[in-house]
């Protein structure tokens, strides 16, 4: 089964094709960042219209490049939530009215599933049970994973997802958009031990996250030392090992209470240098195996997409009617239920 996959919930563009026995075929990937940096975020109108200018012409980019025809997809998945709403409606609507054009089946993709199952694009690729640790720029959540579809929320951000706090972190310090991989690229330089930053709620039981003190708390730092030398690569890297700790000690806790030895690691924020080297060494540790997605595939991208509608395409489930439907807040355990 050759698969399309569609991805446009927020500033990313992107389009795959999956193939169920010869795997990913081809993906291409247009970024909106310079679109947006003058704004200092994602501005939502700015990122449909664009994603309305490009995903055509993306599609017959990968369409040429991988010397396929329309004709010889068999069906097609696009992101229909979580994001912005704006931005799912053109996704939505372009692959439900090729789907349509086609009549082939089309099925509805969770954003966050995707990520979820973005190590199975590479060669070594878990399999389940497992745990996922979900950190980007609007999630950070641990699940237990038993099977594809079946997922149970074992602890969520109260605030500031991970990547969320990185950007806001990153901004108060006069970072260039997009401020999160500016602050780790800073954190490389800066100097270790000189600020010492607390890991927010690791000194009581759960597996919940909160970042938002953890912010404040590096603002009132900065704005206290900002005069010093080096002090926003100091700051940084106090920053980001705090985060990163917090996030290793919650993963430990995870897997003990769940008696899990694999983890998966998803999201934007799954490329980042100290974590993955973290959590290796805490899986190691434990005995355990760690999974991360390509580079390539921890920001939003269509392959991650085309895989999940794939997966569950095999299993015989598909979009029931030809409603284009929109879900801007779609909890990852509700997966089925909000389907056309």
Not at 138 to 162: M, N, P, R, S
């Amino acid at each position: 089964m050759l698969v399309l996959g569609i991805e446009s919930s927020c500033d990313d563009s992107g389009v795959a094709l999956y193939h169920s026995e010869r795997g990913l075929i081809g993906h291409a990937l247009y970024s909106q960042t310079e679109l947006h940096a003058q704004y200092g975020g994602v501005v939502p109108e700015l990122a449909s219209r664009d994603h309305v200018r490009k995903l055509l012409p993306l599609l017959k980019q990968l369409l040429t490049d991988t010397s396929t025809t329309l004709a010889e997809v068999d069906a097609i998945a696009y992101t229909a939530g979580p994001g912005l709403a704006g931005a799912l409606l053109v996704g939505s609507s372009l692959g439900k009215s090729l789907a349509f054009a086609l009549n082939k089946p089309s099925i509805a993709v969770h954003h966050m599933e995707g990520h979820l199952l973005a190590p199975m694009l590479s060669e070594h690729k878990p399999e389940f049970p497992f745990i996922a640790l979900l950190v980007s720029g609007g999630h950070t959540q641990l699940i237990q994973v038993t099977k594809l579809g079946q997922y149970e929320l074992l602890g969520d951000t109260l605030d500031d997802a991970v990547g969320e706090a990185f950007d806001k972190t990153a901004k108060m310090m006069g970072l260039p958009y997009p401020g999160g991989p500016a602050l780790s690229k800073l954190a490389e330089t800066g100097t270790p031990g000189r600020f010492k930053f607390p890991h927010p709620m690791t000194d009581r039981p759960g597996l919940d996250f909160s970042f938002s003190g953890l912010k404040t708390f590096a603002l009132n730092t900065y704005l206290k030392y900002q005069h010093e030398a080096n002090i926003t690569e100091d700051i940084a890297l106090a920053f980001q090992t705090a985060v990163v700790e917090t996030l290793i000690k919650k993963c430990r806790r995870a897997l003990q209470q769940t008696g899990m030895q694999r983890l998966v690691v998803a999201g934007g924020v799954g490329a980042n240098l100290a974590l993955r080297v973290g959590l290796k060494d805490l899986l190691a540790q434990l005995n355990g195996e760690v999974f991360f997605p390509e580079s390539i595939f921890c920001t939003d991208n269509g392959a991650m997409i085309a895989y999940a509608g794939c997966q569950h395409l095999l299993l015989g489930e598909n979009d029931q009617n030809n409603a284009i439907k929109v879900y801007p807040r779609w909890e990852l355990q509700q997966l089925n239920a909000a389907r056309p």
